[in-house]
């Protein structure tokens, strides 16, 4: 269905997103495998960007719903 | 492109439903283009288990700033406009 | 019609462009209003961005019209 | 999609008409990737009343230098062709 | 759009060789994103007449590198999902 | 045919985002001509991103070939 494919799609995006900030953040000088050190800032990396995510979609959804009401 | 075999009901229920899909769409392109913008700007420490001082509170104001500033320039438009229409 | 879609879609491209190159120069860190001196740097910018646009058209065109002559 | 409700001009005529937008669409695309890329090469200051010293040349040099290092870059990938078919 | 013209066997070859070609435009598509990604990230000096020491090799660790972090983060989430589970 | 297209618009992408590269590193601060410095510099670049591109695409699809067999 339309719906389904539009979930699927932004799922995609906020995984493409992730790995793309995340590599970027904690991948700074790509070696022959990724470290424990990497590692564990890309676990850490990956909750914070979710986080990041929620707290913009709240604030922003929000944000959306008062314009509407006032004007 | 066929349209003559829904009637005018359907056709209108079905377009309802695309338009609402695609300001879905929309609202979520939005939402990751802010996400990613305003991590850049306001996540600048390594991520740690938890968000670092201010982070948080500045990712909100983030969102919330950027649609002032939207709301501000369509402002400053409309009173140059006036200004020049004197 | 087409035409004025693609005059629409040209203005809304150039406010969100100049929205987004603004907010990154003149709110580095976002706090929970504008402050006056940000509305001052936005307002500077908006123009500033505005003559950008036209120099950098009249530069293209001039010379996208030259290159045809030429050739 | 059926064409054959046009005839042949009209239809001719309409691939015009779309062609003449779509290569005007193309053109503001440039425009707005040329400002964007020069903004940030050139105007590296807080934005002032007007803009400062050399930053108004820039712009206009950016998008000369830039139309420049396309057409360099072809002479340079052709004069490679010649040199391996020698 | 009439697919009637087409016998069966003929459509399904065709939407093989679509299938495959949007692969392919998917895979080009990838290729230069990790290209001008992992220039930024290892070519950091002026371009000489060869790359400069470690760059090659960062720029083939990078590919892998960063598909290695797609797996990972992957993996990160399905061990999540599972502990929320118990 | 849509081979040939597809194979086009491959070129022209690995030219604009070359153009784009190597405008940002030899191009610093564009005067009223291309300079020799900057000419050395563009050709040095354009070979540099040919070779960075088919290590590239090399890498990745050796790689997604070997992903494919062990799955």
Redesign the interface.
Same mark, same amino acid.
């Given at each position: 269905s339309?719906?389904s494919e $539009?979930a699927l799609?932004?799922a995609q995006?906020?995984?493409n997103?992730?790995?793309?900030?995340?590599?970027?953040?904690?991948?700074?000088?790509?070696?022959?495998?990724?470290s424990s050190t990497e590692?564990t800032?890309?676990?850490?990396?990956?909750?914070?960007?979710m986080?990041?995510?929620n $707290?913009?979609?709240k604030?922003?959804?929000a944000?959306i719903s008062k314009?509407r009401e006032t004007s | 492109m066929d349209n003559t075999k829904f009637d005018e009901s359907t056709q209108k229920e079905l377009q309802t439903f695309l338009d609402r899909e695609q300001a879905q769409a929309r609202l979520h392109s939005s939402i990751h283009n802010l996400t990613s913008m305003c991590w850049d700007k306001c996540i600048t420490s390594t991520p740690g288990n938890y968000f670092a001082r201010g982070e948080e509170s500045c990712l909100a104001n983030c969102v919330e700033r950027f649609l002032d500033t939207s709301l501000f320039m369509v402002k400053v438009i409309e009173q140059q406009r006036q200004s020049i229409g004197q």
């Open positions: 339309v719906r $539009i799609a932004n995006e906020l995984m997103k992730t790995n793309e900030k995340c590599f970027a953040k904690c991948v700074t000088k790509p070696s022959s495998s990724l590692e800032c890309l676990t850490r990396c990956l909750q914070r960007y986080e990041a995510f $707290i913009v979609s604030t922003y959804t944000r314009e | -």
